[in-house]
């Protein structure tokens, strides 16, 4: 595919989130998903050179997801430090539902504003604010460093229907995005959130098997 690791050895790990239920999505996809995805992946044989982390099911609210999130995420570094070498990987792989969708989505970036369309599940509304005020203005954008183009192509050829996406909203799987994302810059991670339909419009095995795929791309992915 033309992003294969130069090193065999290497070993990515990656760390799964997801979230619970929302404001008209009562039952979340990306919980079910998270929750099943070792026992999944245990009976289907883990890709070479992959480790699946921690996976944490967060709240569907900015605030209630943020100390969660970055407890997992400081985690995973000090576990790195403390028993990988540094030539292996960390990977954020973030899961969020988009219940419109009838294809699943890989974000290419989130954007610095939170302007929620309806209260998180913790009430809070906010309207065209930062999410870091540090980083300056609602137009900021960070992206990922992971190549969603290739990615998006080599899951389409395995015949899933698939698009990469500018555009993670501006509700609680952008906010996630954008602190796993600043995260992951300040200490050399990865980060990638993917949008995948309901299950009434992709069934849950078939988008089990969309997650396998891409942990097997993930696992080449340098």
Known sequence: MGFECPSAAAVTTVHVTGFKKFHGVSENPTETIVNNLKEYMNKKGLPKG????????????????????????????????????????????????????????????????????CPDEMGWKPERV????????????????????????????????VMTSDEAGRFVCNYVYYHSLRFSEQNGTKSLFVHVPLFFTIDEETQMQFIASLLEILASVC
């Open 130 to 161: 930062p999410i870091v005020a540090s980083d300056g203005a609602i137009s900021g954008i960070r992206e990922t460093t992971l190549p969603v183009e290739e990615i998006t192509r080599a899951l389409a050829e395995k015949g899933y229907d």
């Open 50 to 117: 992959l480790a699946i982390g921690s996976c944490n099911i967060l709240e569907t609210a900015g605030q209630g997801a943020l100390v969660p999130l970055y407890q997992a995420l400081q985690s995973s570094i000090n576990a790195k430090d403390s028993e990988f070498s540094s030539s292996n990987k960390i990977i954020w792989l973030h899961f969020g539902v988009n219940s419109g969708a009838t294809r699943f989505a890989i974000e290419r970036q989130a954007v610095n504003e939170a302007n929620f369309p």
